[in-house]
């Protein structure tokens, strides 16, 4: 901007207000003049000076010059005359014209210092405006980052929150399911308690019957075993009694034989008594008489013995009877004994039964009083898991209450990143209009071995004054010192990236949905296709193209947290001798397709028409939607690979040819529904040559008047832009023709004026700066609120050196 201002009229304080008020505020004019050789001591363009001057006497002029020089303004016209006056005065009258003289010197000390005291002002205006711009930018940069910080912690928060929520949510879940199966397995135990109920139920109705039936069977056992003790008694008994009958039986055989050796002794004793017996007469007699009574006691012997043989007889029987009754008994005791002992198997296994039921019983009670602690615990872990279910749920309803109120935080700091994002698009692009909508770097290539005689005086320098610090170069001629100024000069030593930096931000535009034009202008061998492209083998050397589109890729997919979905279009064609050439055409396979031909290549038309959108549409252009950079990247070899065949195929139509990579961005915000357009152009112009140095003839000479004719037309239609003339020659050329929407209004234009630093080249350099600071003079589309009391007045003129 400085170098703008530097070249703009001074302006009276005094014309300022009026001016302002008379002048729409955005017609921005610039003067600038190129009375280089003409003015001399200087050795720059001066601007002409435009001033007025205010009634103030002549006369007075010397007495208050300190004091009036404030308030004494001065014309262009008056300026002028000021230097053209003459002096009127005789021949010989010497005092006459010291006093004029004196005078006249007075008027012009007057002058020149109201010139420093404006150009003061100016200075200190473009300090507070360099300042507010940096304070601007600085603002810019704090917001951003501070939103980003925000966006940042928001994200945190809210990623996190939303983690505890899924966290939540699969805890109530299991929760739930964990319940669920309490209450199945409470219902399962239910039943099968129910059923173990019944069960026992049953069991013990069984077990009862089973008493019963084992008393009835134990009574029967004790009457069977009565019976039995019974009949072993009687058994006994009658043992007892056969063994005395028998003893007796005995003891009565015994008497019977003792009465039997009596008998006999009797019958001895009787034949001896008969003998004896007369004598026993008497005694016979009396013997006699105990004959009868022997006799009586024998018969009532005998009848004893009968008595007694009946009785025995009826012992016998009764023994016999008693043995069969015995056996009877007895076998009726082995029949108990074997009822007894089948009942008492029956008794054991219905015991046994018994106790097994009675364990399955405990053991089913046991179960019973496990499964009611499980209940109980069930239900405890039921109440417990109710009472945390419920404490989940008010967790999760606050936690939902949390989350909804972050979610409206969020919305709303969405809304305020948006309103920041829409903020800082807006700074950034009052950033970059109050830097000039369109710029002009300048980039001198290192010496190249190629480049000859290096040990020549170096012909470009650099000035160090502050003010031109980083934006001056000067180059030398003939001992002739050209000074020139540009928004910033790049010198030999500077990186890739360094000069990336610089056009980053006009990158950012593009996607702020402005459409940006980038070009390389320069003379062949200058360094253009090395800035636009650079080394794709050495990622350091990697050039603006690349860069951009990294940078386009990045900043989209960083967008994209914001609700930003883009979607990028690219296509690349070449312009040689007015034919377009698509460089992405996939069916140009044979040499033939490459014939210039008056419509183009490959048969097809490539007519250039304009949309109503501001929308530029080539027929036949292959486009491409891309997605990443590596797409990007096998696009570019595509292209380069076509470029080089033509160059092999066409004297080195690469180098006399434009190269344009257009990248067409659609954005679209899914919150807010705001659409944005931007058109990225990154171009690598012809190598521009002077004719009477190219020494060309026939279709070389055709080549370099058609990339001549060109790049004036490029020139031409930026100054129409910036004087807004009705006329536009975009049409002179198909490079301004394609570049139609891009050029002028809100779009940002930055030209890379490449320079040669070897002194065989110096005319070309020089050509080319001329030709870089004729586009620098231009400013298009600055807005009015932008508008600053430095601006030229109304009435002047742009002039082009
Ligand atoms: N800044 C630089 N640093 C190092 N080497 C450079 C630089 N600029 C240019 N060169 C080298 O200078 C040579 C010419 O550069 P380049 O091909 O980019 O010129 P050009 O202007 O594109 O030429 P043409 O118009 O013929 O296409 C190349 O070898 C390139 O590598």
């Not at 006009?506 to 949905?513: F, I, P």
Request: with cysteine; hydrophobic share 30%; glycine share 4%.
């Amino acid at each position: 901007m400085a170098s703008r201002n530097q070249n703009r009229a001074p302006r009276s304080p005094f014309t300022k207000k009026s001016s302002a008020d008379e002048v729409p505020v955005d017609k921005r004019r610039r003067i600038e003049t190129r009375k280089t050789d003409a003015q001399g001591s200087m050795g720059r363009p001066r601007p002409p000076l435009s001033v007025r001057q205010e009634a103030a006497p002549t006369s007075d002029i010397g007495s208050t010059e300190g004091s009036e020089c404030a308030s004494v303004e001065f014309t262009k016209e008056e300026v002028e005359a000021l230097l053209n006056e003459k002096l009127k005065v005789k021949k010989f009258d010497h005092k006459g014209k010291a006093d004029q003289l004196a005078d006249y010197t007075k008027r012009l000390k007057l002058c020149i210092k109201w010139f420093q005291h404006v150009e003061e002002g100016h200075l200190l205006e473009e300090e507070k405006l360099r300042n507010a711009l940096s304070s601007a930018e600085q603002k810019c940069t704090d917001t951003e980052v501070e939103m980003k910080n925000k966006v940042d912690e928001l994200n945190a928060v809210s990623s996190k929150l939303r983690e505890d929520i899924a966290t939540l949510e699969k805890k109530v879940a299991k929760e739930e399911s964990e319940k669920l199966d309490a209450i199945t397995s409470h219902r399962r135990e239910k039943e099968a308690r129910d059923a173990a109920e019944k069960l026992q139920d049953s069991l013990s109705v069984e077990l009862e019957k089973v008493r019963e039936e084992k008393l009835v069977a134990e009574q029967r056992v004790a009457s069977s075993e009565d019976l039995y003790n019974r009949a072993q008694e009687y058994n006994k008994s009658l043992q007892q009694y056969n063994s005395k009958l028998q003893s007796d039986l005995e003891t009565t055989t015994e008497s019977l034989k003792r009465v039997e050796d009596e008998k006999r002794t009797v019958v001895e004793t009787l034949s001896n008594s008969r003998g004896h017996n007369k004598a026993l007469q008497d005694q016979l007699t009396s013997l006699k008489a105990s004959l009868d009574d022997a006799l009586k006691q024998k018969e009532s012997l005998v009848n004893e013995l009968k008595c007694l043989r009946g009785e025995l007889q009826q012992v016998r029987d009764d023994r016999v009877r008693h043995v069969r009754e015995i056996q009877d008994l007895k076998d009726e005791v082995v029949k108990y004994k074997e009822y007894t002992g089948k009942s008492c198997a029956e008794l054991d296994t219905l015991t046994r039964k018994s106790k097994a039921v009675e364990e399955r019983c405990s053991s089913q009670r046991m179960q019973i009083d496990t499964l009611k602690h499980e209940l109980e615990a069930a239900n405890e872990k039921l109440k417990m898991a109710d009472l945390s279910a419920s404490e989940t749920r008010t967790e999760f309803e606050e936690n939902k209450r949390i989350v909804r109120e972050l979610q409206d935080r969020l919305a709303e700091a969405e809304l305020q990143i948006l309103e920041g994002e829409n903020l800082r698009k807006k700074l950034h692009n009052t950033i970059l209009e109050l830097k000039g909508n369109i710029r002009v770097f300048c980039r001198v290539r290192p010496l190249l071995p190629d480049d000859g005689n290096t040990t020549e005086a170096p012909v470009i320098s650099y000035p160090t004054s502050t003010e031109t610090l980083g934006r001056g170069i000067d180059l030398v001629q003939s001992g002739q010192k050209y000074p020139f100024t540009f928004d910033k000069v790049f010198h030999h030593e500077t990186s890739q990236q360094d000069v990336f930096v610089e056009i980053s931000q006009l990158v950012q535009s593009a996607l702020d949905g402005y459409k940006v034009c980038i070009f390389a202008y320069g003379q062949t061998g200058s360094g253009k296709t090395y800035t636009m492209m650079g080394r794709p083998d050495a990622p350091e050397q990697k050039g603006l193209i690349p860069r951009s589109l990294e940078q386009i890729f990045q900043a989209s997919q960083s967008l994209q947290a914001q609700g930003w979905k883009y979607r990028m279009q690219a296509s690349m064609l070449e312009i040689y001798n007015e034919n377009i050439r698509d460089l992405l055409c996939t069916s140009r396979s044979s040499g033939a397709d490459l014939s210039r031909t008056e419509n183009g290549v490959c048969g097809k038309q490539y007519t250039i028409k304009h949309d109503a959108n501001g929308n530029t549409h080539v027929s036949d252009l292959t486009i491409v939607d891309v997605c990443s950079i590596k797409e990007i990247s096998s696009l570019l070899q595509q292209a380069g690979n076509s470029r080089s065949v033509g160059k092999t195929q066409m004297n080195e139509q690469s180098s006399r040819s434009h190269f344009v990579f257009t990248l067409r961005i659609s954005g679209m915000n899914e919150n807010t529904e705001q659409q944005v357009q931007g058109v990225l152009n990154l171009i690598d112009l012809a190598g521009s040559e002077r004719l009477s140095r190219s020494g060309a003839t026939g279709e070389r000479l055709k080549e370099t008047q058609a990339i001549n004719k060109s790049l004036s037309s490029l020139s031409d239609v930026i100054f129409s832009l910036a004087k807004k003339e009705d006329h536009v020659p975009f049409r002179n050329s198909k490079l301004t023709y394609l570049l139609q929407p891009c050029l002028g209004g809100d779009s940002k234009t930055l030209m890379v004026v490449n320079i040669s630093p070897d002194a065989s080249s110096v005319g070309e350099s020089l050509c080319s700066l001329r030709f870089a600071a004729r586009v620098n003079a231009c400013e298009i589309g600055i807005p009015r609120r932008q508008t600053t009391t430095t601006r030229p007045p109304s009435d002047s003129r742009l002039s082009y050196g």
